[in-house]
């Protein structure tokens, strides 16, 4: 592997056995790589769900993730997750009222739709609120 650096959005699906364990702590500690938690949803003794940015080595990042993989974790690309089928969608904004990041806007004055999906950290309030389904979820674990 190179020794450059690596810089990933990924998102963790916890079960609720071990939603209380310290995760993003060992990701640190043991395996010295930065973690920027850009959404969670942790409740205790309920699965739990997080989108985080991890940056460090390639090899460090590949032991974590085969780490967080045994102990019951699973790993899915944020790149992936989300998308938006420009078709379908039928322009009535209503996604983006609800988008945190601005990934989803309405452009004037042509009032069209657009999709950033860089700035998306897989929120998953557009997937409510479109009424005709023109955003959906692609779930690929990370190999």
Same mark, same amino acid.
């Given at each position: 592997m190179t020794q450059g650096k690596v810089k990933e959005k990924i998102v963790l699906r916890y079960p609720a056995e071990i939603v209380e364990d310290p995760v993003i702590y060992s990701l640190v500690k043991k395996y010295d790589l930065k973690v920027n938690i850009l959404r969670a949803d942790?409740? #205790?003794?309920k699965e739990g769900r997080m989108v985080i940015e991890v940056s460090g080595t390639p090899e460090k990042y590949a032991g974590a993730v085969e780490w967080l993989r045994n102990i019951g974790l699973h790993i899915y690309s944020l790149q992936q997750q989300i998308i938006w089928n420009e078709s379908r969608c039928t322009q009535c904004g209503a996604c983006s009222v609800f988008c945190p990041t601005g990934?989803?806007?309405i452009k004037r #004055?042509?009032?069209k739709v657009t999709f950033n999906d860089s700035k998306c950290v897989a929120?998953?309030?557009?997937?409510k609120?479109? #009424?005709v389904k023109a955003v959906d979820?692609?779930?690929e674990e990370v190999k």
């Open positions: 942790i409740n #205790p003794r990934a989803l806007e #004055p042509e009032m929120c998953e309030h557009c997937l609120v479109c #009424p979820t692609i779930r």
